[in-house]
T-cell receptor, first 117, second 114 residues
Framework: EAGVTQSPTHLIKTRGQQATLRCSPI?????VYWYQQALGLGLQFLLW???????NRGNFPPRFSGRQFPNYSSELNVNALELEDSALYLC????????????????FGAGSRLTVL | AQSVTQLGSHVSVSEGALVLLRCNYS??????LFWYVQYPNQGLQLLLK??????LVKGINGFEAEFKKSETSFHLTKPSAHMSDAAEYFC????????????FGSGTRLSIRP
């Protein structure tokens, strides 16, 4: 069974440009989470999609946006890139439970490393 | 609001010694608590999960964690460290709500000395 796959592995952009990162969840998983892992800051919650809808959003500016497609894959868009957006962006998926979402076990991809010059 | 605090960004122990990684949480409702491990150039993988069934939770690779409500702690331990345990460890919290996000701590890098 394929795990969570993310593309591209590495991406280099310049300030002001836009970046698009993609994520394919594990087959059968309906929830997709995005996290930013900047150096020394741990994982910062960005976005959570379930069944095509945005369910929760972290404390990030609106230039961070995303969507989830009917096949449950997802993309994260970062507009007007700033130097501090340089980070590893991790995508995770979960089955999407009928119980409390706080109990969801996340399966992570290896990440997309975004470098902004 | 939920949060987790991991005490110590870097912990170094000798091979065969006790591993203790500290995590304190804050949650206004009963929490779900997790420990994840991240090896170099890989995504995170689940070590163990607390869901109120038992306060002492056993995970993979010989790790375990104990939920202590009075101390709002969920520390991770392993009796005897192995070189392969060198990695970054993250504590995380989720809550019993309909749209709970899962919040991660800042991580603790574990180094093992030969």
């Amino acid at each position: 069974e394929a795990g969570v796959t993310q593309s591209p592995t590495h991406l280099i952009k310049t300030r002001g440009q836009q970046a698009t990162l993609r994520c394919s969840p594990i087959s059968g998983h309906t929830s997709v989470y995005w996290y930013q892992q900047a150096l020394g800051l741990g994982l910062q919650f960005l976005l959570w999609y379930d069944e095509g809808e945005e369910r929760n959003r972290g404390n990030f500016p609106p230039r961070f946006s995303g969507r989830q497609f009917p096949n449950y894959s997802s993309e994260l868009n970062v507009n007007a890139l700033e130097l501090e957006d340089s980070a590893l962006y991790l995508c995770a998926s979960s089955p999407g439970s009928t119980g409390p979402s706080g109990a969801n076990v996340l399966t992570f991809g290896a990440g997309s490393r975004l470098t902004v010059l | 609001a939920q949060s987790v605090t991991q005490l110590g960004s870097h912990v170094s122990v000798s091979e065969g010694a006790l591993v203790l990684l500290r995590c304190n949480y804050s949650s206004s409702v009963p929490p779900y608590l997790f420990w994840y491990v991240q090896y170099p150039n890989q995504g995170l993988q689940l070590l163990l999960k607390y869901t109120s069934a038992a306060t002492l939770v056993k995970g993979i690779n010989g790790f375990e964690a104990e939920f202590k409500k009075s101390e709002t702690s969920f520390h991770l331990t392993k009796p005897s460290a192995h070189m392969s345990d060198a990695a970054e460890y993250f504590c995380a919290v989720g809550s019993y709500s309909s749209a709970s996000k899962i919040i991660f701590g800042s991580g603790t890098r574990l180094s093992i000395r030969p």
